[in-house]
């Protein structure tokens, strides 16, 4: 059909796009672009701390990267709603993974669809996988969570950090525990640091919850976690589920970051200033709200 410039009528370029999703050889490039574009890749060179996280091991490591995957084909495979990504009620695990999770009733190997009941695990902000990779070997880091959701989600990276900024404080041996949170509210008090941390701490404070290998938790290190928030543009939200539906409100900007990220994978080079109008034509020709993979792909 190329040979022959047939691929210049739409009608024949819908066709063969839609023929080439549905191959089996599309998974390539839907993992390689979700691996990429959710940093989900980095957790094969993740090592959390062993005397802190046992039961942490290459099986459950694999199982963690395989969800994530498995999720995101499934999505466009069946051609689902962009926001389904964040607010999806299903996703895909095998015993192991349902064990980490505390998920009854799955047994084996493999992987298998199951509905997820619990709000705070809807969608990727749930995903152990994803709360992994944005933490430390010994402990979460809401900077690195609250980066990921500005640069992945909403397309908003924050600069770089200034040179000779102090480590963070950590809890002493004997010392009574203080949170993460607790620590993180005296480095904020450096003048230098206050900036970048007002839009980065919040999303990363709304996912305390999960622990470093991506476990529910109500404590950290014997200090109550308080997973209240408050956002740069003043809502206040409680925990992952709240702050999931605060995403969901704006939509426009994750629906373009979306958009901005499959396009810069398909042409092979970063998005500049003047592509700006193009993938805002492309979120409305496929849906502004209600966009769905196969038209924003097309």
């Not at 802190?52 to 498995?70: H, I, P, S, V």
């Not at 709360?131 to 924050?158: C, D, F, I, N, Q």
Request: charged residues 25%; proline residues 8%.
């Amino acid at each position: 059909l190329a040979a022959d410039g047939r691929l210049a009528d739409p009608t024949v370029l819908d066709q063969q796009i839609r023929r080439l999703l549905a191959d089996p050889k599309a998974t390539r490039w839907m993992n390689d672009f979700a691996a990429q574009w959710l940093t989900v890749r980095n957790i094969q060179a993740h090592e959390p701390n062993p005397d802190m996280f046992a039961g942490f091991d290459d099986n459950l490591r694999d199982a963690m990267e395989r969800e994530t995957l498995l999720f995101f084909e499934h999505q466009v495979r069946d051609n689902q709603a962009l926001l389904d990504l964040l607010r999806a009620d299903t996703t895909f695990l095998n015993a192991r993974l349902a064990r980490h999770y505390g998920v009854p009733g799955v047994y084996g190997t493999h992987f298998r669809r199951v509905s997820v009941t619990d709000p705070a695990r809807r969608g990727l902000l749930g995903q152990a996988s994803i709360l992994t990779v944005t933490s430390y070997a010994h402990r979460t880091s809401v900077v690195l969570r609250g980066k990921w959701v500005l640069e992945t989600l909403l397309g908003a990276p924050p600069p770089p950090p200034p040179p000779n900024v102090p480590p963070l404080e950590e809890n002493r041996p004997g010392a009574a525990p203080t949170s993460l949170r607790e620590r993180m509210e005296r480095h904020r008090a450096n003048a230098v640091c206050a900036a970048c941390h007002m839009a980065m701490d919040p999303p990363g404070f709304a996912l305390e919850n999960f622990d470093p290998i991506g476990r529910w938790r109500d404590t950290d290190g014997g200090a109550p976690i308080d997973a209240g928030t408050t956002l740069t543009d003043g809502t206040e939200v409680d925990g992952p589920a709240g702050f999931r539906e605060y995403l969901l409100s704006r939509s426009d900007e994750y629906l373009r970051t979306v958009t901005e990220k499959l396009l810069a994978y398909a042409l092979g080079r970063e998005l500049h200033y003047y592509d700006a109008p193009t993938v805002r034509q492309i979120v409305r020709d496929a849906g502004g709200e209600e966009a769905r993979w196969t038209p924003v792909i097309l």
